[in-house]
C-alpha cells in the first residue's frame, strides 16, 4: 500500500512571500532544501511534492529528479502564485526563461506535472500555458464555498468579536496588509 511520509527541509528563507522572484540563489537553496528531504527518504521509489512551488522551486525538484533514480514524479501545486505568470515580467531573457511564465509555456521539465484545485483554475491555466494544463490534473479543494451546506447564517456582528480564519500565507499581493490594518483600527 501507499504511504506518506513528510520529510520537513529548511526552507530557504531568501525572498520569502515574493514567489516571483528568479534568482540563482534562490534555486541553490530550494535545490539544497529538496535533496536533504530526499537524502532522509527511505530508498525506495518516492514523489517529489511541491505544496506551492515557485518557478526555481519547480526547476530544482525537476533537476533532483532526474538526478536521483528513486523519484518517480513531480507535483507541483499551482494556486496563490499563478497570478505570478500573467503578471508583470523581466527583458531579461534569462530571466524571462525561468520566471513562472516561462516555465509553464516552455518545455516541461521533465518529471513535472501540475495540480490544481478547481476546474476554473486549469481553464485559466490552459489560457495562459496550453502545454502545462495538458500536464495538469485537478484534485479538488476540500473547503469550497458552494460545497457548503445552506444554513441560516448568525448575524456576525451580534454578541461577541469578529473570528476570521485565513488558510495559506497572508501576503501584501492577496491585501492581507489592508486586512491588518483595518483590524488594527476596529469597527466603530
Same mark, same amino acid.
Given at each position: @500500500?501507499?504511504?506518506?511520509?513528510?520529510?520537513?527541509?529548511?526552507?530557504? %528563507?531568501?525572498?520569502?512571500?515574493?514567489?516571483?522572484?528568479?534568482?540563482?540563489?534562490?534555486?541553490?537553496?530550494?535545490?539544497?532544501? &529538496?535533496?536533504?528531504?530526499?537524502?532522509?527518504?527511505? *530508498?525506495?521509489?518516492?514523489? &517529489?511534492?511541491?505544496?506551492?512551488? #515557485?518557478?526555481? %522551486?519547480?526547476? %530544482?525538484?525537476?533537476?533532483?529528479?532526474?538526478?536521483?533514480?528513486?523519484?518517480?514524479?513531480?507535483?507541483?501545486?499551482?494556486?496563490? =502564485?499563478?497570478?505570478?505568470?500573467?503578471?508583470?515580467?523581466?527583458? =531579461?531573457?534569462?530571466?524571462?526563461?525561468?520566471?513562472?511564465?516561462?516555465?509553464? *509555456?516552455?518545455?516541461? @521539465?521533465?518529471?513535472?506535472?501540475?495540480?490544481?484545485?478547481?476546474?476554473?483554475?486549469?481553464?485559466?491555466?490552459?489560457?495562459?500555458?496550453? *502545454?502545462?494544463?495538458?500536464?495538469?490534473?485537478?484534485? @479538488?479543494?476540500?473547503? #469550497?464555498?458552494?460545497?457548503?451546506?445552506?444554513?441560516?447564517? @448568525?448575524?456576525?456582528?451580534?454578541?461577541?468579536?469578529? *473570528?476570521?480564519?485565513?488558510?495559506?500565507?497572508? #501576503?501584501?499581493?492577496?491585501?492581507?496588509?489592508?486586512?491588518?490594518?483595518? %483590524?488594527?483600527?476596529?469597527?466603530?
Amino acid at each position: @500500500p501507499a504511504r506518506i511520509e513528510p520529510h520537513p527541509a529548511e526552507r530557504p %528563507a531568501m525572498h520569502d512571500g515574493r514567489t516571483h522572484v528568479v534568482s540563482l540563489a534562490r534555486f541553490r537553496g530550494e535545490f539544497r532544501a &529538496i535533496r536533504t528531504a530526499l537524502r532522509r527518504a527511505p *530508498r525506495e521509489p518516492c514523489r &517529489i511534492v511541491l505544496l506551492s512551488a #515557485t518557478s526555481t %522551486a519547480i526547476w %530544482a525538484a525537476s533537476l533532483a529528479a532526474k538526478a536521483d533514480p528513486r523519484v518517480r514524479s513531480v507535483q507541483a501545486m499551482l494556486h496563490g =502564485n499563478l497570478g505570478d505568470a500573467a503578471a508583470w515580467r523581466s527583458r =531579461n531573457p534569462v530571466i524571462r526563461r525561468f520566471d513562472l511564465a516561462g516555465t509553464l *509555456r516552455g518545455a516541461l @521539465p521533465s518529471p513535472v506535472r501540475y495540480v490544481v484545485f478547481a476546474p476554473h483554475i486549469l481553464q485559466g491555466l490552459a489560457r495562459i500555458a496550453p *502545454r502545462a494544463a495538458v500536464a495538469a490534473c485537478v484534485l @479538488p479543494h476540500p473547503a #469550497t464555498a458552494w460545497q457548503l451546506p445552506a444554513a441560516p447564517r @448568525p448575524d456576525p456582528f451580534a454578541g461577541g468579536p469578529v *473570528r476570521f480564519g485565513f488558510a495559506g500565507q497572508g #501576503t501584501r499581493a492577496k491585501g492581507f496588509d489592508a486586512f491588518l490594518a483595518l %483590524a488594527a483600527r476596529g469597527i466603530p
